[in-house]
Nanobody, 127 residues
């Protein structure tokens, strides 16, 4: 059974930092694309970043230079380091794994391309 468990969300002031984690189990973690998505209240889910099995990364323009996606294969864990947070970053953040179509570089723009999802962790940024 595939499980993705996010943690690390919380409340922070604008300009602050948070690191999200996503522990994966139940599938060949190291051989698959993983991504982070977010969904603000009343808005559609949007892609934040993705990372392929070879470590190559892709980012949404809105987070480039502020967020860093990484993975620790020994720990089966995906990370999202978020810095210089803004109020518009407030959302529920989800990790996703295993794409069923397309490439990892494009998959973070298409939530439907991912097969497995975590339950999410809330990030709230106050100005």
């Amino acid at each position: 059974q595939v499980q993705l468990a996010e943690s690390g969300g919380g409340s922070v002031q604008a300009g602050g930092s948070l690191r999200l984690s996503c522990v994966a189990s139940g599938y060949a973690y190291t051989h698959n694309c993983m991504g982070w998505f977010r969904q603000a209240q009343g808005k559609e889910r949007e892609g934040v970043a993705s990372i392929d099995s070879d470590g190559s990364t892709s980012y949404a323009d809105s987070v480039k230079g502020r967020f860093t996606i990484s993975r620790d294969n020994a720990k089966n864990t995906l990370y999202l380091q978020m810095s210089n947070l803004r109020s518009e970053d407030t959302a529920m953040y989800y990790c996703a794994a295993v794409i069923v179509r397309g490439t990892c570089a494009s998959a973070f723009m298409n939530p439907g391309d991912f097969l497995y999802w975590g339950q999410g962790t809330q990030v709230t940024v106050s100005s």
